[in-house]
């Protein structure tokens, strides 16, 4: 049972264009993690969120942590070529378990 | 330094062969996991070491040995391997906090291919 439901599946868009991926959940998180993947290599972890509404941001990308740490965001500004990968959204529970989405498959196009 | 190292970055093995991934890290962390990930589909947990201790482990079958010799190293032992574990193999760490936040950093992975 996938306990964070993450959307879209798949993104293509053009270079310069604006992209939100979302991860949504009916179980509380104790922490958010959302990680980016290219073929053949592991996952980077971008961000780690923990309180509820919290908002981060890393250059060009913001992400979001709702209110009830239930669901978060990552919304990228003026996409490039470079931000191409697999988008993984992770939820933190008590017990070092990590539960995550399945993944966001984002392409932008030159 | 937020890095994890893997070696062999890619293993090709026979179904009778033994073989072992590799997997270090020096940031002090207490935590300690290996995954499977397939293609296009996020990791799947196999072991979780805490204080070099194994604290998880999903129903992993026997044919997967974990082993941790310090609190930097850890090692899976691959024994009588089936097709169907040809996968990406990820390690990664995590610090241990009261919190209860449990940021992971994974390494590169090993491709594994069993013939």
């Known amino acids: 049972t996938q306990l964070l439901e993450q959307s879209p599946q798949f993104l293509s868009i053009q270079e310069g264009e604006n992209l939100t991926v979302y991860c949504n959940s009916s179980?509380?998180?104790?922490?958010l993690q959302w990680y980016r993947q290219e073929p053949g290599e592991g996952p980077v972890l971008l961000v780690t969120?923990?309180?509820?509404?919290e908002v981060k941001k890393l250059k060009r990308l913001t992400f979001q942590f709702g209110d009830a740490r239930k669901d978060s965001s990552l919304h990228i500004t003026a996409a490039q070529p470079g931000d191409t990968g697999l988008y993984l959204c992770?939820?933190?529970?008590?017990?070092?378990?990590?539960?995550f989405g399945a993944g966001t498959t984002v392409t932008v196009r030159a | 330094d937020t890095e994890v190292t893997q070696t062999p970055k890619h293993l090709v093995m026979g179904m009778t062969n033994k073989k072992s991934l590799k997997c270090e890290q020096h940031?002090?962390?207490?935590?300690m996991y290996w995954y499977k990930q397939k293609a296009k589909k996020p990791p799947e947990l196999m072991f979780v070491?805490?204080?070099?201790?194994?604290?998880i482990n999903e129903s992993v079958p026997s044919r997967f040995s974990p082993e941790c010799p310090n609190s930097s190293l850890l090692n899976l032992h691959l024994h009588a391997l089936q097709p169907e574990d040809s996968a990406l193999y990820l390690c990664?760490?995590?610090?241990?906090?009261?919190?209860?936040?449990?940021?992971?950093?994974f390494g590169p992975g090993t491709r594994l291919t069993v013939t």
């Open positions: 990664a760490s995590s610090p241990i906090h009261m919190t209860g936040t449990y940021e992971q950093y």
């Open positions: 179980s509380v998180f104790s922490s």
């Open positions: 969120v923990v309180t509820g509404g």
């Open positions: 992770a939820g933190g529970r008590d017990d070092y378990k990590l539960s």
């Open positions: 940031m002090g962390h207490r935590a």
């Open positions: 070491y805490s204080y070099e201790k194994l604290s």
